[in-house]
């Protein structure tokens, strides 16, 4: 271009100049377009690093650069020089463009300040405005500023307290905590805690503290302390923790287990009644699948599969189950009979939470209730009793007398008088037994001691236990306190339990007698264990039913009595077997020492 415009060159011709100075436009035009291109992207650094120092500098450089480029390149044309309508035409295009890109400038600095400011009104206004006290401080730990949340908290004016510095804010109990955390904010790093602030009148305000760095230019000038009153939040947290006892209290003061789960069948509370009942302990449960630990079980014995587990259907069908009998497993791995209720957990506006089940241990209810039945049973049998007896009893009567007038000397016919004198015997014994159930006999208590009774029931049973090949041992505690009884029923109850054993044992064996004093000296213990054949478990409940009986030929009446004489000697009477082991029959009778003890 400066050989173009050397003076060696102003001869040119006129289209020669015309088309330099389109080459020249052109590259004005360029240049002047690229300009406010870089104008453009220097305001847009600006707006993010650029200081209005920096911006106004690379304006005025760009203005230089245009101006000198006019002076110095383009009036000097020699076409220029001849035409200054051409010259002044081109000065105000680039004296426009100059002032242009001022007024576009000034513009972005305006639009700039007015986003400024209404960010800056903005941050005022959220500062001022927010619930939580902000306090700004100096990495010194002055106060820089506050807004009007401190005045609610503190009682502090935001006047007096940019007096105020750091320390004498804090409790101090909390000083070195809030030091420590003050320090480690401003090396950068967000703190959140709790502390006390001593208000104006003197009293500690818990709060919750969030220390943030002040960041300006990248670099930390101080430290936004944000507080947050715990007074009223402690107070409702006391609230929900007493809620949340009176919660507790009641449900474990129910005696009905009672436990929740949530819509994945998971446990989420377990009260103390149902930690009694199962074994299982609120640890060991919260959290877990109930399905798998309660197991309910079907009519036929089996357990149900998850899917289809009634108190897991209550949560899809949002209805409430009431099961009547239903068997539970304990943490032990045995079952026992529950009655149970599973309804669902319902928010206010009905969305379902999980369900609540109620569940009560009905064992005690099935034994009362079998007791129930029992004593309706033995009524009857009582009443059936009193009238075969009767009924029996005068042609037995009969029968007996004329018996006694067929003597004869023929030893066939007194081989069969014998036998019919010895069914009649046995039928006697079954009537008299059908009397004891009708009506209580009359009975005579006298202090006597045990060891006696068991001495004279065992000498006579000893000839047929030898002839059974059973050997009878009998351990008797000397000097035994005596018991209040009638002498004959208790032989009675010996001498039933006594041939039970010995017909147990077909093959022989030992029986042993064992007579002991219990610990706290109130009741006598009486043992009588064989090795026979054993009872089945599942037979050992109902042994002392009427007409129920093991034996092929029994009638189930003795035992029964047995339970009643002994119950009437205000003891107790157990029987414990296993098969092929043996069997233990044992009975406690009170003392006489022990109730003389008691009435002393």
């Known amino acids: 271009m400066l050989l173009f415009m050397n003076k060696g060159k102003c001869n040119m011709n006129m289209e020669d100049y015309i088309y330099s100075c389109r080459i020249l436009i052109s590259i004005w035009e360029k240049f002047l377009k690229g300009a406010l291109k870089v104008c453009m992207i220097k305001q847009h650094i600006t707006a993010r690093n650029w200081s209005l120092y920096q911006l106004a500098l690379v304006y005025h450089i760009i203005a230089i650069f245009i101006i000198g480029a006019n002076f110095y390149f383009i009036h000097p044309l020699a076409y220029v020089q001849d035409h200054p309508l051409i010259g002044l035409f081109i000065d105000f295009i680039l004296f426009g463009s100059i002032l242009a890109l001022a007024l576009f400038g000034i513009k972005v600095l305006k639009k700039r300040e007015s986003s400024i400011n209404e960010t800056a009104k903005r941050y005022k206004s959220l500062y001022d405005n927010h619930p939580d006290s902000i306090i700004s401080f100096s990495l010194d730990g002055e106060v820089l500023s506050a807004n009007h949340g401190l005045e609610s908290l503190l009682g502090l004016a935001r006047e007096t307290s940019m007096l105020t510095s750091f320390i004498p804010m804090i409790n101090p109990p909390d000083l070195l905590k809030a030091l420590h955390h003050f320090q480690v904010a401003s090396a950068g790093m967000s703190q ?140 032990d791995e045995t079952t026992f009979p529950v009655m149970y209720m599973s309804s669902p957990m319902l928010e206010g506006k009905g969305q379902l939470l999980g369900t609540v089940i109620t569940f009560k241990d009905i064992t005690e209810l099935k034994k009362t209730q079998e007791l129930l039945i029992k004593s309706d049973k033995l009524s009857a049998v009582g009443q059936l009793a009193a009238g075969v007896a009767h009924e029996i009893r005068n042609p037995l009567t009969a029968l007996k007398g004329f018996l006694q007038l067929l003597k004869t000397n023929n030893e066939k016919e007194k081989y069969y008088i014998e036998i019919m004198q010895n069914e009649l015997k046995r039928i006697e014994f079954i009537v008299n037994e059908f009397l004891i159930v009708s009506k209580p006999q009359a009975t005579h208590f006298v202090t006597q001691t045990l060891d006696s009774i068991v001495t004279s029931t065992i000498e006579l049973l000893q000839p047929q236990a030898l002839l059974d090949n059973i050997q009878i041992e009998a351990e008797l505690m000397p000097d035994l306190p005596p018991v209040s009884c009638d002498e004959h029923q208790l032989k009675q109850v010996f001498i039933n339990i006594m041939k039970n054993a010995l017909e147990a044992m077909p093959l022989g064996g030992t029986m042993r007698i064992q007579a002991l004093l219990d610990n706290n000296r109130n009741y006598i213990t009486i043992r009588f264990i064989d090795q026979g054949c054993g009872i089945s478990p599942e037979r050992l409940p109902k042994l002392g039913e009427p007409f129920y009986s093991t034996k092929e030929k029994g009638t189930g009446l003795g035992l029964m009595v047995c339970f009643r004489i002994i119950e009437a000697h205000g003891g107790f009477m157990e029987i414990r077997s296993k098969l092929e082991e043996g069997t233990t029959v044992e009975i406690k009778l009170p003392s006489t020492q022990s109730s003389h003890e008691r009435e002393c």
């Open 192 to 331: 959140n805690f709790e502390a006390a602030f001593v208000h104006q009148k003197g009293y500690p305000i818990q709060s919750n503290v969030t220390f943030v760095p002040t960041m300006v230019d990248g670099s930390i000038v101080g430290v936004f302390a944000i507080l947050k009153d715990l007074t009223e939040v402690k107070e409702q947290k006391k609230v929900i923790d007493k809620l949340y006892k009176q919660n507790q209290l009641i449900l474990n003061s129910v005696s009905e287990g009672i436990y929740g789960i949530d819509m994945s069948g998971r446990t989420i509370f377990w009260n103390k009644a149902a930690e009694a009942i199962t074994g299982w302990k609120v640890d060991e449960m919260l959290g877990r699948q109930i399905h798998n630990l309660i197991r309910p079980v079907k009519s036929d014995g089996t357990l149900y599969p998850p899917e289809e587990s009634p108190i897991l259907n209550t949560i899809l069908n949002h209805e409430v189950s009431d099961m009547q009998e239903d068997m539970f497993w304990r943490k």
